[in-house]
């Protein structure tokens, strides 16, 4: 991506963090967990090329890049929305649409920088193997989601300051688990179910086919994290497992600050206060919200990291009622969607074919 594409120059806004990381060699290499290894397995055969799986000729409108209502706009209702004209509320929409996908795509090279510090730094060799193709997927990402806002989109935003500080914590810790704790449970989790809501609700098939299959890979990442600590968590110290927890608090609370989207309404000139407190007030806004940790609560739940303390913090945020989410049973769903769109793309090519023979 140009720096062309920024409100500041990348050598402004460029970033180096210094982490201490142990690198771990594992010599036993036929020590290994049949569920980590199908997961390789599996891994390796979902493979696909970007270029080819999606169809970038697809041009996307400009006025309403999503194709969804515009009762879903996040302000929508309020007296700023009110105010602006239909050019305005378009730009709202375009502008909306470029800062959520330019989050994702810089959590994207974020998983793609802990996916390889993995491979350097956990101790077990299947869990090494695993980390190799997730290396692939999220450059893969970091693919789609460039392209998507540099041909489509025509510009993109800086990262968010709140996500910017949690993928800081994350990255700069040498302890292998909380990169798989801050990436594969907490960010990837939060961003399965910001993914979703776009696969689901948008009517615009570039991005509700380029999401699905993402989501088709984050759902793998996801499943290695619980695989992994899941047998670890259990041998830690009750005081290592509540410093977790409390990593585990703050960064929740730093992910839902991550939404309100105050960049967007400082670039478009608008009433950034009175835009984020409407969103927050907003019952759209407070389910968006909640729905944004049903992969989270029950993957910590899963694999032992759900003290009365963290479970407080859940419940005051409304979202305790997801830890009985049925995780293998939405992997699967993420799984079916996207095929599912591959289905409807092979039908659409096999009729172009057969009108263009039918009109020759």
Not at 10 to 39: C, E, P
Not at 306 to 323: E, T
Request: net charge negative; aromatic share 10%; proline share 3%.
């Amino acid at each position: 991506m140009t720096t062309r594409l920024y409100a500041l120059p990348v050598d402004q806004t460029g970033w180096h963090i210094k982490a201490g990381n142990t690198t771990v060699f594992d010599w036993d290499y036929d020590d290994s967990r049949d569920k980590l290894l199908s997961l390789y397995e599996k891994g390796k055969q979902r493979q696909w090329n970007a270029a080819e799986r999606l169809d970038w000729t697809i041009e996307i409108d400009h006025d309403d890049p999503m194709g969804i209502p515009e009762e879903s706009v996040a302000i929508y209702g309020s007296r700023t929305w009110q105010s602006l004209n239909r050019r305005e509320k378009a730009n709202v929409r375009l502008h909306m649409n470029s800062w959520q996908f330019s989050q994702f795509l810089h959590g994207e090279q974020g998983a793609l920088i802990c996916s390889a510090k993995i491979v350097q730094t956990v101790p077990d060799i299947d869990s090494k193997f695993y980390a190799a193709t997730q290396v692939v997927d999220e450059a893969r990402h970091v693919e789609v989601y460039s392209r998507y806002l540099r041909e489509k989109i025509g510009f993109a935003y800086p990262i968010n300051p709140h996500f910017k500080s949690l993928l800081n914590d994350i990255i700069s810790d040498s302890r292998w688990d909380m990169t798989y704790l801050g990436m594969q449970v907490l960010i990837e989790g939060l961003a399965l179910a910001a993914f979703g809501q776009i696969r689901d609700y948008s009517k615009e098939p570039l991005a509700q086919a380029l999401n699905a299959y993402v989501m088709q890979d984050e759902a793998r990442h996801v499943a290695f994290g619980r695989l992994a600590l899941r047998d670890y968590y259990p041998e830690l110290t009750q005081a290592e497992r509540d410093e977790r927890e409390e990593f585990c608090i703050e960064a929740c609370h730093m992910l839902q600050q991550r939404f309100v989207g105050e960049e967007v309404w400082t670039a478009l000139d608008l009433d950034a206060a009175e835009c984020m407190a409407f969103m927050r007030g907003s019952e759209h806004y407070q389910y968006f919200r909640s729905k944004l940790f049903s992969r989270i609560v029950p993957t910590l739940k899963d694999i032992g990291l759900f003290g009365p303390k963290l479970q407080r913090a859940f419940a005051d945020m409304g979202v305790l009622d997801y830890q009985n989410a049925n995780l293998d049973r939405l992997m699967a769903e993420d799984e079916t969607v996207a095929d599912e769109v591959d289905r409807l793309r092979r039908e659409q090519v096999a009729q172009a074919i057969r009108l263009g023979s039918e009109s020759s």
